[in-house]
């Protein structure tokens, strides 16, 4: 059974920054690219980034461009996010989602295949 478990959520004032890491067990994430997406009360669920096997290329919303960065550890099976210049309206749940088979759009949650279950991100003013 695959498993995602996020962690490195918390409450951070704005301008801080946060580190989120997604850790994968059941498979592994050969071939797999990456996503991270995020929810925020009264919000759909939106993209947020997403990272190739490789490492190769990443890609990012418009939104949090020049503040986020995307990394993974195929050895440890693990994804990372970094947070920086955080700003309230980062507030959210963040999940990471695994895609195993990488072709095409990568914008929406259907393009995934398995979740974790979110971890909190609160930006204080």
């Known amino acids: 059974q695959v498993q995602l478990v996020e962690s490195g959520g918390g409450v951070v004032q704005a301008g801080g920054s946060l580190r989120l890491s997604c850790a994968v067990s059941?498979?592994?994430?050969?071939?797999?690219?990456m996503g991270w997406f995020r929810q925020a009360p009264g919000k759909e669920r939106e993209f947020v980034a997403r990272i190739s096997w490789g490492a190769a290329t990443a890609y990012f919303a418009d939104s949090v461009k020049g503040r986020f960065t995307i990394s993974r550890d195929n050895a440890k099976n693990t994804v990372y996010l970094q947070m920086n210049s955080l700003k309230p309206e980062d507030t959210a749940v963040y999940y990471c989602?695994?895609?195993?088979?990488?072709?095409?759009?990568?914008?929406?949650?259907?393009?995934?295949?398995?979740w974790g279950q979110g971890t909190q991100v609160t930006v204080s003013s």
């Open positions: 059941g498979r592994t994430l050969r071939n797999c690219a």
């Open positions: 989602a695994a895609d195993v088979v990488p072709y095409g759009s990568y914008l929406y949650g259907s393009d995934y295949d398995y």
